[in-house]
């Protein structure tokens, strides 16, 4: 019988649904579409596979199989309206992150030309969506780490990218009090936290903050302070098991209007604070 996308999809879904991964259908059929050279949408459309299309559909499914994320296997990720450009070496944008994205850029409507900045940047996804929203503001995404640093420069346009540790007194200092947003997802991931084998191949300085996870959350809440202008906000990505304390952090460090925000599952998510006017 001759091969079909759909029959190489059910196909590897059971072998991804074997190997521990959730979404293996999902997943299957972004990489039969990657080898189509279609969008998922239109894969039932799709010219059937040839031997060539099914050779490379297969080195696709044995690198997943063996847990490669499948962004890094795609070249990108999608995060807000984009395709950020992803590989070994830069954190895989998540999701949830969407979240802090979307109430950021509702507290910025109808302020002009806002000030910016992304802290811990990693793939740029935070500022590049902010940049995608907001062609009037001026954005900065700051980046520890040269490896990272590069695809942050990748994917943010009309952005000034700075590679320097967020939490030094001495990054971006010359913004001091005039920040209008400070928009954060810092590695936040308590040491020794066990990972899924995908979470494992984002660099660990990306994921883990310490001991107790807020190693970079500390002294980073100081930092966002000095950085703000009167009445500027910042938002904070944080563990779901720092639902306490991080806002406690803020309120520790003479934020106002300290809110606590949960994702779609309801885990605690990202804090969210205003320096006093
Ligand atoms: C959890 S990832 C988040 C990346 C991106 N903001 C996102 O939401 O997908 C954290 C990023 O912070 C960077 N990082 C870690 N410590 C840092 C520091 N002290 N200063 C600046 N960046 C740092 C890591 O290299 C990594 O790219």
């Known amino acids: 019988m001759a091969a079909t996308w759909a029959r190489l999809i059910t196909e590897a879904a059971a072998e991804f649904a074997e190997a521990g991964i959730d ?5 299957a059929e972004w990489l039969a579409a990657e080898v189509a050279g279609v969008s998922r949408g239109r894969l039932l459309v799709a010219d059937p596979p040839d031997a060539s299309a099914r050779d490379r559909f297969a080195a696709l499914v044995a690198r997943r199989v063996a847990r490669e994320p499948l962004q890094h ?124 084998p995908e979470v494992a191949a984002d660099p660990e300085t990306a994921v883990f903050g310490g001991a107790d996870g807020l190693a970079v959350i500390r002294p980073l809440v100081q930092r966002i302070r000095t950085l703000l202008t009167p009445g500027g906000f910042t938002a904070v990505e944080h563990d779901d098991t720092h ?35």
Not at 23 to 27: G, H, L
Not at 162 to 181: K, N, S
């Open 243 to 277: 639902g306490e304390v991080v806002p406690e952090l803020l309120n520790a460090a003479g934020f106002v209007e300290v809110a606590a925000h949960r994702d779609l599952v309801g885990r605690p998510r990202f804090a969210t604070g205003r320096k006093p006017i």
């Open 73 to 196: 296997i795609l070249g990108s990720a999608p995060f807000w309206r984009r395709d950020l450009a992803v590989g070994p070496g830069v954190f895989i944008p998540r999701p949830e992150t969407e979240l802090l994205v979307e109430w950021a850029l509702s507290e910025l409507a109808g302020q002009e030309r806002p000030v910016v900045v992304d802290l811990c940047a990693g793939s740029g996804a935070i500022a590049s969506a902010v940049a995608t929203e907001r062609p009037d503001a001026t954005i900065y995404a700051v980046e520890r780490h040269e490896a990272a640093a590069m695809w942050t420069s990748r994917n943010l346009t009309g952005g000034t990218v700075v590679v320097a540790d967020a939490t030094d007194p001495a990054t971006l200092a010359e913004l001091d009090g005039t920040v209008d947003a400070v928009l954060s997802n810092p590695p936040y991931v308590p040491l020794g936290t066990g990972v899924e």
């Open 23 to 27: 979404a293996a259908r999902n997943d």
